[in-house]
C-alpha cells in the first residue's frame, strides 16, 4: 500500500530536530505541522511572513485572517511572530531555515528539482521555491513516486524547467524514503507492504538498494 498524504507528513516529520526552524512548502509539506513530535521545540515558517505556525484550527479556531502561503486557516503557536514577506524571504535568503520541506513534479539522480511549471499548463507562479531550495541546505521533497499514467518521477535527468540545481538529497515518496549521493538514489526505506521490485520498477534512475530495506515506522 502507497501512503496516504498524512502518513507521508508522518514520516517528514520524524526528520524534526529540538530548535530547528522549518519551512512548510504548499501541498503536503503543510500537513508536517499536524505531526510535530509531543514536546520538541520547533518553529514553523511560512514564507508569507509567519513563525510559530501550529497544527491547521479546529472549526472553533479558525481565524480567517490568519493564513500559510497556500491561503489555508492555521494557528499559531507561543513565541511565534508575525511580520512582512520581504523579512521572511530575508529570511529564508539568509540561510537560516534549518529544513525546507517542499513538492515536486520529478527530481533526478543529480539532486535537481522541478516543482514550479509544466509547460502548456496554467503556471500559478514558483512562488517562493527558487528561494528556498536556493537558501537551504537541509531539503525534504514529498511526492508521489510516479505519475498517474506510471511514470517515474525519480529520472536519470529532470525533463522539466528547473527549480534548483544540485541541491536535493532526501525524497520521502508514496512508496520509499531515498537519499540522492554520487549520481544515484539510495533506497534507505519503503512503505509498509511495498515491494523492493515495485519501488524498482518505478525508479527510473539509478537505484541503489541494499541486501535488507526495512520498512517505515510510524
Known sequence: ????????????????????????????????????????????????????????????????????????????????????????????????VDLTVLGAFEVDVMGNIASYMIPGKLIKGMGGAMDLVAGADNIIVTMTHASKHGESKLLPQCTLPLTGAGCIKKVVTDLAYVEIAEGKFWLKERA???????????????????????????
Open 1 to 96: 500500500m502507497s501512503l496516504t498524504r498524512e502518513q507521508l507528513a508522518m514520516r517528514v516529520a520524524q526528520e524534526l530536530q529540538d530548535g530547528y526552524y522549518v519551512n512548510l512548502g504548499i501541498g503536503i509539506p503543510t500537513l508536517v505541522a499536524n505531526y510535530v513530535p509531543q514536546g520538541m521545540d520547533v518553529m514553523l515558517q511560512s514564507e508569507n511572513g509567519l513563525l510559530g505556525m501550529g497544527p491547521f484550527p479546529t472549526e472553533d479556531e479558525v481565524d480567517a485572517d490568519l493564513i500559510n502561503a497556500g491561503k489555508q486557516t492555521v494557528t499559531t503557536i507561543k513565541g511565534s511572530s508575525i511580520f512582512s514577506s520581504a523579512e521572511s524571504f530575508a529570511m529564508i535568503r539568509g540561510g537560516h
Open 192 to 218: 509498509p507492504g511495498v515491494s523492493v521490485d515495485e519501488i524498482i520498477r518505478l525508479t527510473a534512475g539509478e537505484l541503489v538498494v541494499p541486501e535488507v530495506v526495512p520498512e517505515m515506522e510510524f
